[in-house]
Nanobody, 123 residues
Framework: QVQLVESGGGLVQAGGSLRLSCAAS????????MGWFRQVPGKSREFVAA???????TYYAGSVKGRFTISRINATPLYLEMNSLKPEDTAVYYC?????????????????WGQGTQVTVSA
């Protein structure tokens, strides 16, 4: 089993920055494809960013492109650098790992999930 633990969330003013981290542990953690999702109450979990096994390919949701950067150091940890934050970025952010895909943007492709970290952006 693989365990994912997110950290780095918090309260920030609009226009500010945060960096989220995701540490993986458990059975041999190969460089899985990984991603970040977010969820607000009453809505489904939505894709934010993904990175390939090699780290050479990245994808972003349109709403965060140009403001967020996903990166990784080898297999773990995984990072999400968030700049120019907006109140609509407020959500619980989850990291996820996919065993089979080379890179994954769909929630259904991911096998392991963290518990989430709250990000709150005030106006």
């Amino acid at each position: 089993q693989v365990q994912l633990v997110e950290s780095g969330g918090g309260l920030v003013q609009a226009g500010g920055s945060l960096r989220l981290s995701c540490a993986a542990s458990g059975r041999t953690f190969n460089p899985y494809a990984m991603g970040w999702f977010r969820q607000v109450p009453g809505k489904s979990r939505e894709f934010v960013a993904a990175i390939s096994r090699s780290g050479g390919i990245t994808y972003y949701a349109g709403s965060v492109k140009g403001r967020f950067t996903i990166s990784r150091i080898n297999a773990t940890p995984l990072y999400l650098e968030m700049n120019s934050l907006k109140p609509e970025d407020t959500a619980v952010y989850y990291c996820a790992a996919a065993e089979l895909a080379a890179v994954a943007t769909s929630r259904s492709e991911y096998d392991y999930w963290g518990q989430g970290t709250q990000v709150t952006v005030s106006a």
